[in-house]
C-alpha cells in the first residue's frame, strides 16, 4: 500500500499457512490465509511478505470480520519487493502476517441508517468488499473506478443497485469514464460520509469535488493506496 516495511523492525509477526489463491485477473489475485486467534475490524490492514523475505507491504483485510480465514487482494507490481513473491506463492505455502492495524472503519457512534459513499479505485476496492460482507444491511452506494470492465474484482459481493463500474478504457462498465466524473455529475449530498480509498491522485481530486458540493471535511475518510 504505501511502503514496504522492513520485517525486522516490526513486532508480533506470525507465519500463516496459505489456504488458497484466487486469481481475478493475470495480474490480481486473492491470497486467503489461515487466521488463527488474529481479530479485526472491517477496513484495517495487515502488513504481508513471503516468509523468508526481507520486506513486507500493507494490505486492507478483503474478507469479513466473521470469517474464520482472512484475505487480501493484491495486484502484482512489476519490479515491486513483494507483489511478485507473493504471487509465486502456493496452496500450503506459508505467509509472514503482522497483527491488524489501522483507523479507516465506520464509525460506531453514527446511526444504524447512515448512508455511505465508497469510492475505490483499482484494489482500492478491499476495504469497501470487508465493509459489506462484515455489515449486512450496510446502506451504502460502491463507486470503483478501474480501466477495464474485466477489473471489477467479485463484484457479485455486492448488489446490483448500490455498486457503480466505472471503467476509463472500455464501455463495458456502468458508467463510460472516472469515477470524478461520475460523482461531478451524480452528487450524493452534504449527509452522507464518503469513504475514498485507492490513487492518492483520485483521493485529491475526489476531495476537491466534494469540498466544491458543501461536503464538510469531517464526513470524508480516506486511505491512500500508491
Same mark, same amino acid.
Given at each position: 500500500?504505501?511502503?514496504?516495511?522492513?520485517?525486522?523492525?516490526?513486532?508480533?509477526?506470525?507465519?500463516?499457512?496459505?489456504?488458497?489463491?484466487?486469481?481475478?485477473?493475470?495480474?490480481?489475485?486473492?491470497?486467503?490465509?489461515?487466521?488463527?486467534?488474529?481479530?479485526?475490524?472491517?477496513?484495517?490492514?495487515?502488513?504481508?511478505?513471503?516468509?523468508?523475505?526481507?520486506?513486507?507491504?500493507?494490505?486492507?483485510?478483503?474478507?469479513?470480520?466473521?470469517?474464520d480465514f482472512i484475505e487480501i487482494l493484491v495486484k502484482e507490481v512489476e519490479n515491486g519487493l513483494v507483489s511478485p513473491s507473493l504471487k509465486k506463492l502456493q496452496k500450503g505455502g506459508f505467509v509472514i502476517v503482522e497483527?491488524?492495524?489501522?483507523?479507516?472503519?465506520?464509525?460506531?457512534?453514527?446511526?444504524?441508517?447512515?448512508?455511505?459513499?465508497?469510492?475505490?479505485?483499482?484494489?482500492?476496492?478491499? =476495504? &469497501?468488499?470487508?465493509? @459489506?460482507?462484515?455489515?449486512?444491511?450496510? #446502506?451504502?452506494?460502491?463507486? %470503483?473506478? /478501474?480501466?477495464?470492465?474485466?477489473?471489477?474484482?467479485?463484484?457479485?459481493?455486492?448488489?446490483?443497485?448500490?455498486?457503480?463500474?466505472?471503467?476509463?478504457?472500455?464501455?463495458?462498465?456502468?458508467?463510460?469514464?472516472?469515477?470524478?466524473?461520475?460523482?461531478?455529475?451524480? =452528487? &450524493?449530498?452534504?449527509? @452522507?460520509?464518503?469513504?475514498?480509498?485507492? #490513487?492518492?491522485?483520485?483521493? %485529491?481530486? /475526489?476531495?476537491?469535488?466534494?469540498?466544491?458540493?458543501?461536503?464538510?471535511?469531517?464526513?470524508?475518510?480516506?486511505?491512500?493506496?500508491?
Open positions: 500500500m504505501e511502503k514496504e516495511v522492513p520485517v525486522a523492525n516490526k513486532i508480533k509477526t506470525d507465519l500463516h499457512e496459505i489456504l488458497d489463491i484466487r486469481h481475478l485477473t493475470e495480474s490480481t489475485f486473492v491470497i486467503k490465509i489461515e487466521k488463527k486467534d488474529m481479530q479485526f475490524e472491517a477496513g484495517q490492514h495487515v502488513c504481508v511478505g513471503p516468509p523468508n523475505g526481507i520486506h513486507t507491504r500493507e494490505y486492507s483485510i478483503y474478507s469479513a470480520e466473521q470469517d497483527e491488524p492495524v489501522g483507523y479507516f472503519t465506520i464509525n460506531k457512534d453514527l446511526p444504524d441508517n447512515q448512508k455511505y459513499v465508497f469510492i475505490a479505485s483499482g484494489t482500492g476496492i478491499s =476495504p &469497501f468488499h470487508s465493509f @459489506v460482507l462484515s455489515k449486512p444491511g450496510l #446502506n451504502y452506494t460502491l463507486l %470503483h473506478g /478501474v480501466k477495464y470492465a474485466e477489473e471489477a474484482y467479485e463484484s457479485n459481493a455486492y448488489d446490483n443497485d448500490k455498486y457503480v463500474l466505472c471503467t476509463s478504457q472500455d464501455k463495458k462498465g456502468d458508467y463510460a469514464g472516472r469515477v470524478t466524473e461520475y460523482l461531478k455529475k451524480n =452528487p &450524493f449530498g452534504k449527509d @452522507v460520509h464518503y469513504y475514498l480509498c485507492g #490513487n492518492c491522485n483520485m483521493i %485529491h481530486d /475526489v476531495y476537491d469535488i466534494l469540498e466544491d458540493q458543501g461536503v464538510s471535511t469531517d464526513n470524508i475518510h480516506a486511505e491512500v493506496y500508491f
